[in-house]
Every structure is written in structure tokens, then in C-alpha cells.
């Protein structure tokens, strides 16, 4: 009975190494450490009952029990362990652990590496009950590839990229300007808008400003202006050049007067309004470049174009056909003045059309009323009952006659005998003289015009 005990003892022994080196589970061997200990104990019994007196129908009925009862033991034990080994080829049915077990199996030193992995397991704390060996020998895979310095990822990892850069474009038009500016500035920028600063344009107009409107009389933007950009811009210049029509009356009454207009960027011309004139009861008037023109080049409240600066007289006048034939003597008369004049040391007199025109119109009111006098003074136009000078702006003082004849030396003659009349020829006063000759109802009729310009 008891070597039967021994063999089976040796046989369960074998039986067990054989489960415990195929299971590399931690836990399976725990259990058949357990179980070895159970069995040595029950060995190390059976060799100390040897050495003594031994009751053997009483050791053969304790050996029967005990081997009842090791034998329920171990057919417990083989049933856990053929659950374990059912359970451990269910875990064996996953191609790469089943070949795994293989070569653990073939190899001790394949075996080994598997127990230190295993222990490397314990240590990292992945003690669970994942029976999962594809998990573990991933894990173990990646434990071994950060042992490995040489699969290492480097530390330096690729740059960020550059943003692209958009450029936008600020352009210039000198829009009809003479002059000198940079055709365009550009700005760079990563976003959707830079800023930029408008120069100033160099040129003889004068330089107001910048506009996007290239028609534009005023600008919105300056020189030294910074602007935004988010689109390419094209700027105008808005220039300016003034020109001044300079508007003499010549006797009109209505002064000097300045106007001005001005051309604005690719226009060449600009508009000014020629005044009205006091009209009196001259047959014509309106405007020359001529003082003494006779001829009117622009009527009254005409629009001029103008790209100059310019001067224009008033002219105002009579139908001088009756005056026209006589203007010779009109002329002789005037050079007599000069000569007497200069005969005793004073200037020469300026001939003015103004006045020439002026006294055509004095001659034919005196020729309506020769007579005619206001208050005693004769020199009262019977028009309006005003002073003789509000002919004309210029107007000073007057001489006039009535003769038979058209002679000049008769009518300058008469005017010597005259005090008043000679006052009036050499007068220091004076600078300019206007005379008119014609003849109205069979008698010739002079008036002299005597002026300060």
C-alpha cells in the first residue's frame, strides 16, 4: 500500500511539473505551488511513520483514508487543473499565443525570456485576470521598443508653417497734373489688411488732396494720410489752378472787379460771368480786352470760358455813323490841346475812347436842349437831371459848342477865349480827354471830356 502511494505520489508529481512549466500563468502556478506543498507534506509523513512500529491493518485503513482523501484532493485538483488546461487551449486557440507556446515549449531559453517577461509583468503591476495574451505580448512589444533606444522618435519635431503674405497695392494718378509723385506703395501683410501712407504730389497747380472719385473738387484724404488696405486702390490727385478775369468799367460805373475761377485736375477751362453795365442811353455795350476799342467783344452777362489771366473793359457806346466822319477833326481838335499844353510845361494828354464814346453821348442830350440848364449850371445831362459826370467813372470836367462850321481850329480857338474853358485844357488834374464832333439839325456840335485815370 505504501509503494502504491509512492507511484502515485510520482505520477501526480510529473503530471503537475509538466502543467506547470506549459501554463505561464502567475496565478496557475500559485495554485500548484499550493498543491506541491499539500503533497510534500503528505510524502515527509509517510517517511517519518516508516522509521517506527507500524500498525500496518491500522496504517493500511489510515492510508486508505488518506489516500481517499488525497485522491478526492487531487481529482479536485485535476479538475481545476483540466478547467485551467480546458481554459488555457481555449487562450491557445489564438494562432499567435498557441505559436508562442510552441516554441516556449521547444526553446528554454525562449521559455525563460517569457518567465522574465512575465516578471516584468508582475513588477509593472499588470496583475489582473486578462487571460488576453495578445494584450500582454503587445505590451511586452512596446516594453521592449522603449528599451530599445534605437526606435526611439527624435526630439525635434517639423516647424510650423510660414503664413503666406498678401500684398496689396496703393496707386497714384497725377489726374491731369504737371508733376511727380511714386506710381504706387505696397504694403505686405499675413492677415486681410496693412496700412499704408499717401505721399504728396510736387507740381505747379496746387495740390489738395487725394480722392477715389477722380472727378471729386475736394478731396477726402491729404498728404501724409495713412490709409487701410484689404484691396488694390487706385487714389486721384485733386488739384486746383485759379485764374483771375480782372473787369474794368472805363467809365461805366461799375469799378474794378476781380473774379476769379478755377480749373480743377483734367479740365482746361474754367466760367466766369461778365457783370452788367450801366447802360444809360447808350445804343451798345459790353466788354473788350481794348479800353479803346470801339467794338464789343463779350455782352453783358455772358458766360466766359476762361484758362488765363485776363483784363476786359466796359465799352459802351453810341450809333457813332453820325460821329464817324467827323472823327478826324475830333482828333485835330485833341492834338491842338496837347500842343498848347506842352507849350507851357504840362503833359501831354491820353487819348480815352471811354470818353470819346461819353462825349457822343453828352453831344446828343446837349443837341436835344442847348440850352438846358438846371439851377443855372449847364453842365446837367437832360436825360435824368443829373451832373455831366455821371457819364462816365472817369469823367471830370467838360467843354462843349455850337458852330456853323466843323472846323477843329475854329472850335479850339473858341475854347481859348473862355477862361472857363482854358481851365479846363490845362488842368493839372487831368490826364485823359475824349473828344466827339457830329452834327445834329444843320449845326456842328463838339464836347470835350476831360478825365482822371
Not at 479740365?267 to 459790353?286: A, H
Not at 500842343?339 to 457822343?360: F, P, V
Request: contains cysteine.
Amino acid at each position: 500500500m505504501k509503494e502504491k502511494s509512492v507511484l502515485l505520489f510520482f505520477a501526480l508529481l510529473s503530471t503537475i511539473l509538466l502543467i506547470y512549466f506549459s501554463i505561464p500563468n502567475f496565478l496557475e502556478k500559485e495554485k500548484i505551488n499550493a498543491l506541491l506543498e499539500k503533497l510534500n507534506f503528505s510524502s515527509e509523513k509517510n517517511e517519518n511513520n516508516s522509521g517506527g512500529k507500524v500498525d500496518f491493518e491500522e496504517d493500511d485503513k489510515k492510508d486508505n483514508e488518506n489516500n481517499n482523501d488525497d485522491s478526492q484532493k487531487e481529482n479536485e485538483e485535476n479538475n481545476n487543473n483540466n478547467d485551467d488546461q480546458k481554459e488555457n487551449e481555449n487562450n491557445n486557440n489564438n494562432d499567435n499565443d498557441q505559436k508562442e507556446d510552441e516554441e516556449n515549449n521547444n526553446n528554454n531559453n525562449d521559455q525563460k525570456e517569457d518567465e522574465d517577461n512575465n516578471d516584468d509583468q508582475k513588477e509593472n503591476g499588470d496583475n489582473n485576470n486578462n487571460d488576453n495574451d495578445q494584450k500582454e505580448d503587445d505590451e511586452n512589444n512596446n516594453d521592449n521598443e522603449e528599451d530599445n533606444p534605437s526606435k526611439e522618435e527624435p526630439d525635434n519635431k517639423p516647424e510650423d508653417p510660414i503664413p503666406s503674405k498678401t500684398t496689396f497695392h496703393a496707386y497714384f494718378n497725377v489726374n491731369g497734373a504737371d508733376g511727380i509723385t511714386p506710381a504706387s506703395v505696397s504694403c505686405e501683410t499675413t492677415g486681410n489688411s496693412c496700412t499704408v501712407t499717401l505721399p504728396k504730389l510736387e507740381t505747379t497747380r496746387e495740390f489738395l488732396g487725394w480722392s477715389l472719385n477722380k472727378n471729386s473738387t475736394s478731396p477726402t484724404l491729404t498728404a501724409g494720410s495713412k490709409v487701410t488696405l484689404s484691396t488694390n486702390r487706385t487714389y486721384y490727385a485733386i488739384t486746383r489752378k485759379n485764374y483771375t478775369v480782372t473787369i474794368m468799367g472805363n467809365g461805366s460805373f461799375i469799378g474794378s472787379q476781380k473774379k476769379v475761377c478755377s480749373i480743377y485736375n483734367t479740365n482746361s477751362t474754367c466760367q466766369v460771368t461778365l457783370p452788367d453795365l450801366n447802360r444809360d442811353f447808350y445804343t451798345s455795350w459790353g466788354y473788350n480786352s481794348n479800353p479803346n476799342s470801339a467794338s464789343i467783344d463779350y455782352g453783358i452777362n455772358t458766360t466766359l470760358n476762361v484758362n488765363s489771366d485776363q483784363t476786359l473793359y466796359a465799352i459802351r457806346k453810341i450809333e457813332t455813323s453820325d460821329y464817324d466822319k467827323y472823327a478826324n477833326v475830333a482828333l485835330d481838335v485833341f492834338n491842338k490841346i496837347n500842343s498848347l499844353r506842352t507849350s507851357k510845361g504840362l503833359s501831354a494828354l491820353n487819348y480815352s475812347k471811354s470818353l470819346e464814346l461819353s462825349a457822343m453821348l453828352r453831344l446828343s442830350e446837349i443837341a436835344q436842349d442847348y440850352n438846358y440848364t438846371v439851377n443855372g449850371d449847364r453842365h446837367i445831362r437832360i436825360s435824368n437831371n443829373e451832373p455831366f459826370y455821371t457819364v462816365n467813372e472817369f469823367a471830370y470836367g467838360e467843354n462843349y459848342f455850337r458852330g456853323y462850321g466843323c472846323d477843329a481850329t475854329y472850335f479850339h480857338d473858341s475854347f481859348v477865349a473862355s477862361s472857363s474853358h482854358l481851365e479846363n485844357m490845362l488842368s493839372t488834374d487831368v490826364n485823359i480827354a475824349g473828344i466827339s464832333v457830329g452834327v445834329k439839325g444843320g449845326q456842328c456840335y463838339i464836347v470835350e471830356l476831360f478825365g482822371i485815370q
